[in-house]
């Protein structure tokens, strides 16, 4: 459904368009942005309260700002809605995160103004200080660099990096520290405290106000006036928040809090910000949610909260009418409590994601016993690496495609150390709507190549709580679980623990000629496609590999003497994968079949729902039956012969 812009807004296609209209005209013009987002993700689904929070923010920047000459890079992208909205794609945006549609994200490919992709968080600082080194270098000097940046990304070891170096650079960098103390869940840790000092600090505040005219009069200390102003406002500062500016230590100019609702103060600010040289620091506090109830009351269900009426508030699901499975991740957090009662050693661990891993059920339950680190996934590792260090057994559960972040991590702390350190990678194939930065495509490649470590996936929830509980034993060593984003098969899930024997598969049915060999969650669809197949009497083997390393090799020696092909499926990038792994033994020992892998191809895949992605890489149920006929045939029984 193409939703109506307002009278201002519809006449706005490009930053251009916006600076035709006054200051008066801004907040009408946030106004109608706000509507209009709400209008669109009701009923097209999408982030939320991130871009509704940064809806005055982003009619400021581009109102003063030249861009797309003015490079302006976004943190994450979650909150770029309106930045999209009126960078040329108002009349696309209902096509946001479908397939073949707009990314949910800056992208770089998609427009001038997206001067970044980003997807994963705290990336904005260093970008945009590459790109401000980069104007100095060719002699841009009245080009300006901005970096969108929330306070819960600013947790991350990369953003202190970016503001590490660009303190001692000089460039003509300004930082905008959107501060509305959220990430997906709310925000922890000691930046969170110092950041919420800074906006309560009264007597801060007042000197804030204040600091203008009190500057102004000290002009009169002559040519050397502007340093001294420096000095005594940095000094002021720290004496008021009874400790240092963490920012001014890092030599970048702070200026703020101010209200990031305030469109027009906003506009007037990043305008006179943009005249002072050097690295800069503006302070805003915002709302994740702004302008919508209940977006501003509950925001982490309402940081992407589907498809809603817009009126009542009502978030749109449909009732089953019979039992459905559970979410992975849901049958993680609850078999995390259930192992934690019964084993005392047991902690768990994950980078700002409770409520996305379903680690929020032990924070409940037991919330001395799980640790929100914030966006660290390095730290998450080592730290994890730390707690099995002295004993106990870390359950660390960090998206696919975020673990990406901590790989060194993963080797030197916790593989060569052989630690019993649990990773439970969520996410990982390929997850849906957020598109290339999300999908957790490469996990097996990366992984499998590291020594010391068990890796495995689960085909079902069963098999994720027994794999659970097997990781958990004494002695296990580093030991590695990836499952999907989305719902298992099993209803009735929750069953009695088995311990299973690291490194052995196993047989689901027999069969003839053709063997399909499946790791994790898509071996469900080599079962629906061998219902298929049997109907049109071709039978197919099929064998659930369930670990990546060790492989089953006498799983495999079976195969590879008894059938003549042999189709891999996997949720995870072909080179690399464990097609390859299966091709790699069948080389060793001397096999001749044919193999067929079906997986990833070796291409980056954009956004969509799961079963479009599935079918476009081609290894969805109809590509497992259309691999199977080409090299099958069917079974001829007496019956048949005349």
Known sequence: MQVKAGPLLSKINYPADLKQYSESDLEQISQELRQYIIDVVSVNGGHFGSSL?????????????????????????????????????????????????????????ESEYDTFGVGHSSTSISAALGMAVASQLKGE??????????????????AFEGLNHAGIENSNVLVILNDNCMSID???????EYLTSITISKSYNRFRDDISSVLAGLSKLG???????????????????????????????????????????????????????????????TVKGKGFALAEKDQTIWHAPGLFDKITGEIKKSVPDKPQPPKYQDVFGHTMVELAEANDKIVGITPAMPSGSSLNIMMKAMPKRAFDVGIAEQHAVTFSAGLAAQGLVPFCNIYSSFMQRAYDQVIHDVAIQKLNVVFCLDRAGLAGADGATHHGAYDIAYMRCIPNLIISSP???????????????????????RYPRGNGVMPDWKRPFKTLEIGKGRKICDGEDVALLTIGHVGNFAVEARSELNSEGIYPAHYDLRFVKPLDEEMLHEVFSK?????????GSLPGGIGSAVLEFMADH????????????????EHGEQPELWAECGYDKNAIVNAVRKVGFKRVTDSMVG
């Open 141 to 158: 000097s009245n080009r300006q660099h901005v970096a969108v940046i929330g306070d819960g990304a600013m947790t991350a070891g990369l």
């Open 459 to 481: 085909m079902n929830e069963e098999e994720l709580r027994n794999l659970m509980y097997t990781a958990q034993q004494e002695n296990m060593g580093p030991f590695v679980i």
């Open 186 to 192: 709310p925000n922890v840790g000691a930046l969170k």
């Open 590 to 605: 001397g096999y001749t079949s044919n193999v067929i892998r079906l997986g990833i191809p070796d291409q980056f895949v």
């Open 223 to 285: 040519p050397n006036a502007h340093k001294y102003v420096k000095k005594i406002e940095k000094s002021i500062k720290g004496t008021l928040l009874k400790q240092s500016n963490l920012f001014e230590a890092l030599n970048f100019r702070y200026f703020g809090p101010v209200d990031g609702h305030d469109v027009k103060r906003l506009a007037q600010t990043i305008k006179d910000l943009s005249a002072i040289p050097g690295p800069k620091l503006l302070h805003c506090i």
């Open 563 to 571: 059938y003549k092909h042999v189709i891999t499926v996997e949720d």
């Open 53 to 109: 929070g940064v809806v005055e923010l982003t009619v400021a920047l581009h109102y003063a700002l030249n861009t797309p000459y003015d490079k302006l890079v976004w943190d994450v992208g979650h909150q770029a809605y309106g930045h999209k909205i009126l960078t040329g794609r108002r009349e696309l945006f209902h096509t946001n995160r479908i397939y073949k549609g707009i990314s949910g994200f800056p992208k770089i490919s």
